[in-house]
């Protein structure tokens, strides 16, 4: 399974309750549509480190990191790549 | 005593009209603009024909219009009617047809006003704040900020008494309830808050508090009220921009609930920021635990660290605990405000002594007039002119207030004060659910946190996550349950009210 299918089925199903695809777009940002808030964020990055075995620092909990499906790819992606 | 608080911003505006009064991202909106944009408000409404004491209601995000509705609709002699913007229609429905509103000043991008506009046609009269390809309406904001206001006298309120705003507190269809605050009421808080965190016209606040709140409410108006600035950020999720934004604007005070201490201390290294131009932070909305603040405090130690406790129903503040006091009695919330009296009362409604556990009873006021068209619910919560909180507590021989729990079933999740019947009503209603019962379960970082315990019809299939979607779609976000369990029945008293000790 990819990283944007595994973050989707993810959110659709803790945040959204639903499987529909089109209910999350992988742009959308959590925050301005209030998708996820400040607590769900932390499930977030719980999540991001259970599943992809690397801690997210206090100085990366930022929008560019966090903030849309998109985002945390890239993210995961870099982090992984720097292993 | 100033009358109210558009007086309040009248006097400021004399004295500082070139201060800054809000900035919110690249906008910053001095006094001068702030009054003459709240003034074209209430031109536009008395152009309107607004009859005094009339409902305007206001559904839009922190922002320099919220506030300058806010205070139009006072200017014109109307109520404002702050709605919580996380609530679904059928929430904002009941809160607007029971204020009886006839006016609503919205975002245009709401999710839920299509439906609004829909529920209420012409009954309700909408001006749009921003533009949307989606829905239109005859009445724009643009239009009213662009109006000369050359000719308008803010009216004398000659009865203190007169309703200034309404907060709604809970949703419940067949029980909204409305609490209904005087010019005095929000005055004479004000005064009081004033007069201990001592806030001049040189401190800067930055305020992630909803203004539809209690709380929120009340650090706007009080830094309106001496000239001070207002720095609006809207949510705590990404807690180092908050930082990051408490050090590019040198604030000098910051306001939180437990759960926004609880934030900062876990999710970012505080010692890294310069804060030094903090002066103060409060604390209200519930116990925050002690090593929390502790922790706060051996990481900025130079500031003054206010807890507080209150309730809409006090149109905000009861109690401080003076900063100078705070490990002497940690754990308290403190002593009444100035022009406050707290008793602690017996289940007789009489007074007991230090140390005994009771009921906290407050009179002032800041008390609030009642519940809007509720007379039935007022007259349980204001008995001989005191408010029942519905807390319970005890007081030392120095006269310190310490909170021992509560004596309603409200659920305490963050800042938020939730009736579980709201929730309950909304899940009864999918035709699979027999019975159900919500309650609140301890959190690390919220309080408590919502379980919705259900009892399934014979023979019907349910998924939680159709229980979280059914409820997503019709409560805001922070009241859909958490945690769902399904069990073959729900333990009750012999009376047949169900035992919400049990299922925690």
Same mark, same amino acid.
């Given at each position: ?83 | ?16 009209? +070139?201060?800054? %009064? ?28 607004? &009859? ?22 006072? =200017?014109? $002699? ?21 204020? $009886? ?75 909204? &309830? ?28 930055? *305020? ?8 929120? +409410? ?6 309106? %009220? ?10 705590? /999720? ?46 209200? #909305? ?5 090593? *929390? ?14 807890? /507080? ?6 149109? =905000? ?13 940690? #754990?308290?919330? #403190? ?26 009873? =407050?009179?002032?006021? *800041?008390? /609030? ?23 319970? %507590? ?10 021992? $729990? ?7 999740? $963050? ?21 159900? %019962? ?13 379980? =919705? ?20 779609? *019709? ?30």
């Amino acid at each position: 399974m990819t990283i944007e299918k595994q973050l989707r089925d993810y959110i659709l199903e803790n945040f959204l309750f639903t499987d529909d695809q089109s209910a999350l777009n992988n742009d959308d940002s959590f925050l301005d549509k209030g998708i996820i808030d400040s607590t769900g964020i932390l499930e977030v990055i719980y999540f991001i480190e259970e599943e992809f075995a690397f801690k997210v620092g206090d100085e990366e909990m930022i929008p560019e990191n966090l903030d849309s499906v998109n985002n945390i790819v890239n993210f995961i992606q870099q982090k992984q790549n720097a292993i | 005593m100033v009358q109210s608080l558009i007086h309040m911003l009248q006097r400021t505006v004399q004295k500082v009209p +070139n201060a800054e %009064a809000i900035i919110y991202g690249k906008t910053r909106v001095s006094y001068e603009q702030l009054w003459s944009i709240s003034i074209s408000v209430a031109c536009f409404l008395s152009e309107q024909a607004l &009859k005094k004491s009339e409902r305007i209601a206001i559904l839009i995000e922190n922002s320099p219009e919220y506030v300058e509705i806010y205070y139009g609709a006072q =200017a014109a $002699g109307g109520v404002a009617v702050g709605l919580n913007t996380a609530a679904k229609a059928r929430d904002l429905e009941t809160w607007i047809r029971h204020s $009886g509103a006839t006016w609503l000043f919205a975002n245009a991008h709401h999710p839920e006003l299509p439906r609004l506009m829909q529920t209420f046609g012409k009954e309700l009269k909408i001006v749009l704040i921003g533009e949307s390809n989606k829905i239109q309406s005859e009445y724009n904001w643009k239009n009213i900020v662009n109006s000369t206001n050359e000719e308008f006298d803010i009216p004398n309120i000659t009865n203190s008494n007169d309703v200034a705003t309404i907060i709604y507190t809970s949703g419940t269809t067949g029980n909204p &309830k409305g609490v209904t605050l005087s010019h005095k009421n929000l005055v004479s808080n004000i005064q009081s808050i004033l007069s201990y965190l001592k806030l001049t016209e040189k401190d800067r606040i930055l *305020n992630v508090l909803p203004f539809y709140y209690t709380y929120g +409410n009340s650090v706007l108006h009080t830094h309106l %009220a001496v000239g001070g600035s207002i720095v609006l950020e809207n949510s705590m /999720m990404y807690p180092n921009r908050i930082l990051e934004k408490m050090v590019s604007e040198n604030v000098s005070g910051f306001s939180g609930v437990p759960s926004t201490f609880s934030l900062l201390l876990g999710r970012t290294n505080l010692s890294e920021y310069d804060l030094s131009s903090v002066r103060y932070m409060t604390q209200a #909305g519930g116990p925050m635990p002690p090593a *929390n603040i502790k922790q706060l405090l051996d990481e900025l130690p130079h500031i003054q660290f206010f807890v /507080m406790y209150g309730q809409t129903e006090a149109s =905000a503040r009861l109690t401080y605990l003076p900063p100078e006091k705070l490990f002497e009695k940690l #754990g308290s919330v #403190g002593i009444p405000i100035d022009g406050v009296t707290i008793e602690i009362h017996d289940e007789h409604d009489k007074p007991v002594d230090a140390g005994v556990k009771g009921e906290i009873c =407050a009179h002032g006021d *800041n008390i /609030m007039l009642g519940y809007w068209k509720d007379p039935e619910s007022t007259n349980q919560v204001i008995i001989n002119g005191w408010l029942h909180t519905g807390d319970l %507590a005890h007081m030392d021989s120095d006269g310190f207030i310490y909170i021992d $729990g509560r004596s309603s079933d409200m659920i305490k999740s $963050g800042a938020n004060r939730i009736s579980p019947k709201e929730i309950e009503e909304v899940i009864a209603e999918l035709h699979n659910v027999q019975e159900v %019962a919500v309650i609140g379960v301890p959190d690390d970082i919220l309080g408590e946190v919502i379980k =919705a315990v259900i009892v399934k019809r014979p023979g019907e299939y349910l998924e939680s996550r159709e229980v979280q979607a059914y409820c997503k779609s *019709n409560l805001p976000d922070y009241k859909v349950p958490k945690i769902i369990e399904f069990l073959d029945e729900v333990p009750k008293t012999a009376s047949g009210k169900i035992k919400r000790y049990q299922l925690k």
